[in-house]
């Protein structure tokens, strides 16, 4: 079945540094990528996405590539700010069969970022 | 405010009770998805309507769980005979069409006591 790994967490940085969460997958098909993040006490939201090989989703700063070759997606973001701290997923939508339509996540990765 | 919307946002109970959760999806969404949100589980798909109908009900953790949804709108998520393990936050998400983006209600604390 379809499956998503995000690197563990949790991830630490000081403001204005460099951030990338690792995303890899396993599906059948082509499927459709997401990173959703959740602020504290809040739902998820969709932050940016990506529904073919080599698109590339950007949102708030952040990107994310497609890549069909290596299954991956990580997502990334040149200077991060104190208010990016929250927990981030990646997911996959399913192209075909049982999965369409519904979303695979990952783990979750919670990134806190200091003054 | 547009978004889905989810009652109770929090819900304490004893074990052994039914619970019913309630979503209002955002209008003219035809997808709906139900999915919960456990500290050892992480966020796991529970069931997905399309209209009034599931065609995936695949992950329905076990018979004491169901779903409906009537008018193409609003769903309920009941779940008889709480245990402990029931304890998560459901998650419940609409989309205008299934296989585009998503978007989420905050969501129904469940505390089975």
């Known amino acids: 079945g379809d499956s998503v790994t995000q690197m563990e967490g949790p991830v630490t940085l000081s403001e204005e540094a460099f951030l990338t969460i690792n995303c890899t997958y396993t599906?059948?098909?082509?499927?459709?990528l997401f990173w959703y993040v959740q602020y504290p006490g809040e739902g998820l939201q969709l932050l940016l996405k990506a529904t073919k090989a080599d698109d590339k989703g950007s949102n708030k700063g952040f990107e994310a590539t497609y890549r069909k070759e290596t299954t991956s997606f990580h997502l990334e973001k040149g200077s991060v700010q104190v208010s990016d701290s929250a927990v981030y997923f990646c997911a996959l939508c399913g192209a075909g069969g049982t999965s369409y339509g519904k979303l695979t996540f990952g783990q979750g990765t919670i990134l806190t970022v200091h003054p | 405010g547009a978004g889905v919307s989810q009652s109770p946002s929090n819900k304490v109970t004893e074990k052994g009770k039914d619970v019913e959760l309630r979503c209002d999806p955002i209008?003219?969404?035809?997808?709906l998805y139900w999915y919960r949100q456990s500290l050892g589980q992480g966020l796991e798909f529970l069931i997905y309507?399309?209209?009034?109908?599931?065609?995936?009900k695949s992950g329905l953790p076990s018979d004491r769980f169901s779903a409906e949804r009537t008018g193409g709108s609003v769903s309920t998520l009941t779940i008889q005979r709480t245990q402990q393990e029931d304890s998560a936050v459901y998650l419940c998400?609409?989309?205008?069409?299934?296989?585009?983006?998503?978007?989420f209600g905050d969501g129904t604390r469940l505390s089975i006591l």
């Open positions: 309507f399309q209209g009034n109908s599931a065609p995936d």
């Open positions: 599906a059948t098909g082509y499927p459709s």
């Open positions: 998400a609409s989309s205008p069409l299934n296989n585009q983006p998503q978007h």
């Open positions: 209008s003219g969404h035809t997808a």
